[in-house]
């Protein structure tokens, strides 16, 4: 996941308001029941110590959402009486509302609920062109498209003499044309759009013949749906692609992972696990992906932040020698993902490609590991 949009939330000092709320639930009294649960969630974040400036801004914030149609919730975070960021989620949260008042904003959640469900580029291919839909879990919208040549692009039936050779030549190179064009279109429109997933539906040679043309940096962010030309994917055929995109970039990262932990020729290893060594890696900018399992046993454990995001410690003693005078308790998995993002690492849940038992194998310790980038 891309944390690049959670900047925002370290230009300011907090402590801060982080408000997860679920809006999936579309009723007569749904506007009622909103102004209620913004009342309560205000009540909330007073009891945990929030100033009455911010309660209220976030209180006017969920109430202007009295009408929303979200499809899922929103995430809401304010310091000093103004609502910093609100972002639309992917999926429901557990609860109907969670409140949190600390003194970094409780981003950790949004690895679940905002970053692994992949905006997908659906392209609907046939021999004259293209079209592009935008798919998200918010919904659906036109991309566009691209037309190829025109003429001409089918077979004929007749035997083939040679006159009829060449013709079928210049159909073979009117689709070979067609095809470049849409591999072209479509991988402008992934860069535009920034979309983590492309389908591809038609025919079957159609479809391979486009996939073999895009570039290679797209290639494992592609699948190839069985339908026939022009068969429109309904939203559950969609919703399980995305799935399974997920699934396998999150084993992929994992076995990465994995494989990293053990020390290359020179004893040095690509990985580290345990919130001591992430905290090292942090402070030395060496974090080039952050691996979270949500609630794992380490995620919740206590370290110590100063003001800059490599100011970070197990024991507050280790800030004091580090040279910061102010220090606070944070939650180990928000203090690390303040560090990647303002070091421009990404961050993945690989909850996903976990068993759905408590017996895990062969994952971080604690629930938090990084693969390191070496200076």
């Known amino acids: 996941m891309d944390l690049a949009f959670l900047h925002p939330l370290y230009d300011h000092q907090g402590p801060w308001a982080s408000v997860y ?7 007569e009294d749904t506007a009622h029941a909103r102004d209620l649960m913004a009342e309560s969630v205000g009540r909330e974040l007073a009891d945990q110590g929030a100033d009455e400036a911010t309660c209220r801004a976030v209180r006017e914030a969920l109430k202007e959402l009295r009408h929303a149609t979200d499809p899922h919730g ?11 960021l609100d972002t639309p989620l992917a999926r429901e949260p557990l609860r109907p509302t969670a409140v949190h008042w600390a003194p970094l904003p409780h981003v950790s959640p949004l690895l679940e609920l905002a970053g692994e469900d992949p905006v997908c580029v659906v392209a609907y291919i046939d021999r004259k062109g293209a079209d592009f839909e935008l798919r998200s879990a918010l919904g659906s919208q036109d991309a566009g498209g691209v037309t190829g040549r025109q003429w001409p692009v089918h077979r004929t039936t007749s035997s083939l003499d040679w006159s009829e050779r060449h013709f079928q030549l210049r159909v073979e190179n009117t689709w070979e044309h067609n095809a470049a064009e849409i591999a072209d279109a479509l991988a402008v429109c992934q860069e535009e759009t920034g979309a983590d997933l492309l389908i591809l539906v038609g025919d079957d040679r159609e479809r391979r013949s486009v996939h073999e043309r895009l570039p290679k940096r797209l290639q494992d962010r592609v699948v190839e749906a069985a339908h026939g030309t022009g068969s429109r994917l309904l939203d559950e055929e969609v919703r399980e692609l995305r799935e399974e995109h997920v ?7 994992l076995d990465r992972f994995l494989a990293a932990r053990t020390p290359d020729g020179e004893g040095r290893a690509s990985a580290v696990e345990g919130v001591p060594a992430l905290v090292e890696a942090a402070r030395e900018h060496r974090i080039d992906e952050l691996l979270v399992i949500p609630d794992g046993p380490d995620t919740h454990r206590e370290v110590w932040i100063g003001e800059d995001a490599d100011q970070l410690a197990v024991r507050r003693t280790e800030l004091k020698t580090l040279g910061e005078q102010n220090s606070w308790a944070a939650r180990a998995d928000d203090a690390l993902l303040r560090s990647a993002v303002l070091t421009g690492a990404p961050a993945i849940s690989v909850l996903p490609a976990l068993p759905d038992t408590a017996d895990r194998q062969d994952t971080p310790v604690g629930g938090l590991g990084a693969l390191l980038r070496w200076k």
């Open 21 to 27: 709320v679920d809006l999936s639930r579309h009723a």
């Open 74 to 84: 929103r995430a809401l975070f304010a310091r000093g009486g103004q609502v910093i």
């Open 247 to 253: 699934t396998a970039r999150a084993q992929q990262d």
